[in-house]
């Protein structure tokens, strides 16, 4: 059964970090991309970065110089490096994972960051 598990959220004061990790019960991503995704209260599930196989990395322009994504293949995780904590950054963190054979998508059950005084 693929499972991705998410791990690292919490609370957090502004200005601070986090750092969220996924682990994958397979090895079937290592030749696809991953990403981070959220949904933030009131609004739509959004990608926050992805990451392919060989470490290309998109990230979206509101966490731009903020986050970073990486990925250790022999672990099979993926990380979210969070800094610089906003209070608009609170929201559910959902990891994925795409089977490149299947093109199938697997999500993780989420982990809550939650940026506030």
């Known amino acids: 059964q693929v499972q991705l598990v998410e791990s690292g959220g919490g609370l957090v004061q502004p200005g601070g970090s986090l750092r969220l990790s996924c682990a994958a019960s397979t090895n079937i991503f290592r030749e696809s991309a991953m990403g981070w995704y959220r949904q933030t209260p009131g609004n739509q599930r959004e990608m926050v970065a992805v990451?392919?196989?060989?470490?290309?990395?998109v990230t979206a322009d509101s966490v731009k110089g903020r986050f970073t994504i990486s990925r250790d293949n022999a672990k099979n995780t993926i990380y979210l490096e969070m800094n610089d904590l906003k209070p608009e950054d609170t929201g559910d963190y959902y990891c994925?994972?795409?089977?490149?054979?299947?093109?199938?998508?697997?999500w993780g059950q989420g982990t809550r960051v939650t940026v506030s005084s």
């Open positions: 994925k994972g795409l089977d490149g054979a299947t093109q199938t998508a697997y």
């Open positions: 990451i392919s196989s060989d470490g290309f990395t």
